[in-house]
C-alpha cells in the first residue's frame, strides 16, 4: 500500500467515526435535552461543545465537517421555505421590515460605543457593532419546527426580518470596506448585485420553477421530486453566494418556491428524514465544535460585555419595532428572541473582518464565542417565551 493509500485510508476512517459520534451524541444530547424541558436543538448544540476541542476533543472542525454543515443549513432553511405561507409572509412585510431595522440599529450603535469603551478604534468599533448586527435565523427556525409554531405570525415575520437584515447588513458592510479598506468594488455595485439577484430569484420562482419541478417531475428515474428540490435548493444557495447573498436565503426562497406547486408535501415528506439524519445533526455540532477555550481568559470581560450587548440590543431593537407594528408584548419578545442568533452569518463576516484587518486576530476567538453565545441562548429563551404565551391563552 502507497504513502497516498495509506493517508486516504487514515483520512476515511477518521471521517467515519466522527460523523458516527456526531450523529450519536447528537441525538442522545437532543433528547435529555427535551427530558429537562427545554428545546432539542439546544442539546444538539451542547453536544458540539462536549466532543470538540473545548472538552473531550474527540472530534475537530474540519472542512469536511463544515461542507456537511453548509449543506445541513441549506436544508434546514429549505424545509422552512416548504412550510412557510407566502400570503401570511407578504401580509407581514411592513412588521418584518420594521423589525429588522430595529435589529440592526440598536447593536451596530451598541457595538460601535463598547468598542470605542474597550479602546478600540473607530472603524474597529464600527465593523464590530455592524457584526452584532447580523442575523441567522437557522436556529430559531428549527426551534419554531420543535415547538410545531412555523405558521405563527411571530415566526413569519422574524423569516422576513431575517431576509432584509441579510441585504442591509450586507450593504453596510460593503460601504464600510469601501470607505475604510481598499477594494476594487464599489457600494453601486454591490447594491446593484443585490438588485439583479433578486429579481431573478423572483422571476425564477415564479415562472421556472413550476415549470422545471413538472418535467423533471416525470423523469422515469428513481426519486425525480426529491432530485428536483436538492437542485433548486443547491442551485439558489450558489446563486446567491455568487452574488453576495448568504446561501441560506436562496435555500429558503428555494423552498417558498417548490411549496407552490403540488410536490410539496412529497418533498418536505421526504427530504427531512436526509436531512435529519446526518447533515443537520452535523450542522448544529458544528457550531460547539468552533468553541475553543485557550486564551479564553484574558478576554473574559470583552466577551462577557459583547454577549451581554449583542443578546439586549438585539432582542429588545426588535422588540420595540415588533410592538410599534401591532404586536403584543410577549409576542413581540418572542420576534426579538428569534432574531439574537448571529449564526453562521456573523462567523463568515467575521472572517472577513479578521482578513480584511477590521478585526484584529486578539478579538476573533473572543468574537467567535460571543456569536456561539448568541446562537445557544436562542432556544430556551424562545421555549420560555412561547410557553408563557401559551399559560396566558389558557388562563
Not at 465537517?65 to 453548509?70: D, K, V
Not at 436544508?75 to 418584518?96: C, H, I, Q, V, W
Not at 443585490?194 to 415549470?211: G, M, N, Q, S, T
Request: glycine content about 8%; overall charge neutral; aromatic content about 10%.
Amino acid at each position: 500500500m502507497s504513502t497516498i493509500e495509506q493517508l486516504l485510508e487514515l483520512d476515511l476512517v477518521e471521517l467515519f467515526f466522527h460523523l458516527a459520534i456526531i450523529v450519536f451524541v447528537v441525538k442522545v444530547a437532543g433528547h435529555f435535552s427535551v427530558k429537562l424541558g427545554q428545546p432539542a436543538v439546544l442539546g444538539k448544540l451542547i453536544a458540539g461543545i462536549i466532543i470538540g476541542p473545548a472538552l473531550l476533543n474527540v472530534v475537530e472542525y474540519s472542512s469536511i465537517i463544515a461542507a456537511f454543515s453548509q449543506i445541513g443549513v441549506l436544508m434546514l432553511m429549505f424545509l422552512a421555505g416548504l412550510e412557510t405561507d407566502l400570503k401570511e409572509l407578504n401580509r407581514n412585510l411592513k412588521p418584518s421590515i420594521a423589525v429588522a431595522v430595529g435589529g440592526i440599529v440598536a447593536p451596530l450603535l451598541g457595538g460601535y460605543f463598547l468598542g470605542l469603551a474597550f479602546g478600540l478604534s473607530s472603524s474597529h468599533s464600527l465593523f464590530l457593532g455592524t457584526l452584532l448586527a447580523a442575523t441567522s435565523v437557522s436556529i430559531s427556525v428549527q426551534t419554531f419546527r420543535e415547538l410545531g409554531q412555523m405558521q405563527h405570525k411571530t415566526s413569519v415575520t422574524i423569516l422576513g426580518a431575517a431576509i432584509v437584515d441579510d441585504i442591509l447588513v450586507v450593504i453596510t458592510l460593503a460601504i464600510m470596506m469601501a470607505t475604510l479598506v481598499s477594494t476594487d468594488i464599489s457600494v453601486t455595485e454591490i447594491i446593484l448585485k443585490k438588485v439583479i439577484y433578486f429579481a431573478v430569484i423572483f422571476f425564477y420562482c415564479w415562472k421556472v420553477v413550476p415549470l422545471i419541478s413538472r418535467l423533471l417531475a416525470q423523469l422515469k428515474v428513481t426519486e425525480p421530486v426529491m432530485s428536483t428540490a436538492i437542485i433548486h435548493c443547491f442551485l439558489f444557495a450558489a446563486f446567491s453566494e455568487s452574488l453576495g447573498v448568504a446561501g441560506i436565503i436562496g435555500a429558503f426562497a428555494a423552498g417558498i418556491a417548490l411549496a407552490q406547486t403540488e410536490f410539496k408535501h412529497e418533498a418536505e415528506k421526504k427530504l427531512e428524514p436526509i436531512a435529519y439524519t446526518i447533515f443537520v445533526p452535523v450542522f448544529f455540532a458544528s457550531i460547539g465544535l468552533q468553541i475553543q477555550l485557550t486564551g479564553i481568559m484574558e478576554n473574559i470581560w470583552f466577551i462577557i460585555a459583547f454577549s451581554l450587548l449583542a443578546i439586549v440590543t438585539k432582542l429588545f431593537g426588535c422588540a420595540i419595532a415588533a410592538k410599534m407594528t401591532g404586536f403584543s408584548t410577549n409576542h413581540s419578545l418572542i420576534v426579538g428572541a428569534g432574531m439574537v442568533s448571529r449564526g453562521e452569518v456573523a462567523l463568515i463576516i467575521a472572517s472577513i473582518g479578521l482578513t480584511s484587518g477590521l478585526l484584529s486576530i486578539q478579538y476573533f476567538t473572543a468574537t467567535v464565542i460571543i456569536i456561539l453565545i448568541t446562537t445557544m441562548v436562542t432556544p430556551p429563551l424562545l421555549k420560555f417565551l412561547f410557553g408563557r404565551e401559551q399559560v396566558r391563552e389558557k388562563a
